[in-house]
DNA sequence: CTAATAGTGTCTCTGAGACACTATTTG
DNA sequence: CAAATAGTGTCTCAGAGACACTATTAG
């Protein structure tokens, strides 16, 4: 790096006479609809990516992966995070392509409806080395599901305690017992006061997130 | 994106015609010397920095990451992963230039006598948003010591759980019960069979790391 | 009543944490 | 012997996990 205020780096080199790459944002828009999904776009050869694009000149990396998410997916008001940069020179047969993979959780109700969602386990074809992403996705909800309860509002804004154990036994691919999921999760719930009466059975209580962590017990027993 | 092969993105913009950002790459090697030091180097104003360098055609992140270090403080075999990508576009004075931060930790032997170190609570006046860096690596040492014994190697080969205990008393600023510590970290260590004695007292046993990731109640004791 | 689902009392067993003890050295 | 440091036996208490029980609904 070089002074402040010139443009040359610290060989005296100027930094325009670098080449540069392109930077370009992807996102891995994942969601929970029976199996843990996640939102791809059709490309002009008919194959399927994530949603991404270019960065703009001067544009910040959040702006540019807000608006992917707007222009390739119909999505707004998207909370997403940074996973990994990726950066084979291979990786897009265009050119020198970096991308920056982010990760999102969205409830399947706010994905317009003529998106096309494909299971997290499907995602081999997928272009450039967007399967990689997925799996860092998958990999940073469960991280992010384990520190605080449903950090993707996947489950709504109240649920009961069911509702949430079937969402974790999706997320995790696993199962886990009734009682002592019950007993780790409620740290990170409170009570609505409400109750749910649905077909037989005595009603559930209704409880929304609260933004407390959740004890690193809680951590260790859902990451098994 | 757009088309594999063809040199335009879907809005059929051809990619030559976006202006590109420079893109660097910056490390924070982190060591603990008495206290957790970071390593920096002058720039030609005066000013220090983390070393980096910018990406050149081509190269991988990793590699440039490598040649940072190799040619500006003179480290060679250093592990490091990537943390964030800083795109703030106002971040460097002479344009634009995204830098993905990456963070290091190398024993204090290991680095050379004439390289300098600043504690990482004295990293205000850093160039750029080095200081930020700075902090996003020892948040990411924190989680990795919590998940493995040393795994920068801080303590060399072999030592003794003193040594530990002194070590990680310093990365996480704070104190541990000599009993408890113990306990906990054994799960991460195997004996050597060599004691060391060292002035008074009954000699300590000597241990070197296991490969074994310690359990998550170890790092819930860690982290507090 | 039965069937069905929600939620909890409680037992057991593990293990964290704390204290104080034993072990092994030097002088 | 005393002083110093290393390591452990053990007690207590909290809590995870499992089982079976109670609670509350529909029919």
């Known amino acids: 790096m070089s ?10 080199k100027s930094l325009t006479d670098y080449p540069r790459p392109s930077v370009a944002v992807d996102v891995a828009v994942l969601t929970v609809d029976e199996v843990l999904k996640v939102l791809v776009v059709e490309r002009p050869d008919g194959s399927y990516a994530l949603p991404g694009t270019f960065l703009h000149p001067g544009e910040r990396l959040a702006d540019a992966a807000t608006r992917a998410l707007r222009d390739k997916a119909g999505l707004t008001d998207v909370v997403f995070h940074q ?25 399947a109700a706010d994905i317009p409806a003529d998106a096309q969602l494909v299971p997290v386990t499907e995602t081999a074809d997928l272009a450039f080395d967007h399967a990689d992403i997925v799996r860092f996705a998958v990999d940073d909800l469960r991280r992010r599901c384990a520190a605080e309860v449903d950090p993707g509002g996947f489950a709504g804004e109240s649920f009961t305690v069911l509702d949430l154990r079937t969402l974790y036994e999706v997320i995790y691919d696993r199962s886990y017992p009734k009682d002592t999921f019950r007993r780790h999760l409620l740290h990170g719930l409170e009570p609505t006061g409400e109750l749910r009466r649905e077909g037989t059975g005595r009603p559930a209580e209704i409880y ?17």
């Open 208 to 224: 929304r997130r609260r933004a407390a962590p959740l004890p690193s017990s809680t951590a260790a027993f859902l990451l098994q």
């Open 83 to 107: 996973l990994a940069m990726l950066d084979d020179p291979e990786r897009d047969d265009r050119g020198w392509v970096l991308s920056m993979a982010h990760s999102a959780a969205v409830p």
């Open 3 to 12: 002074t402040m205020g010139t443009p040359t780096d610290s060989t005296g």
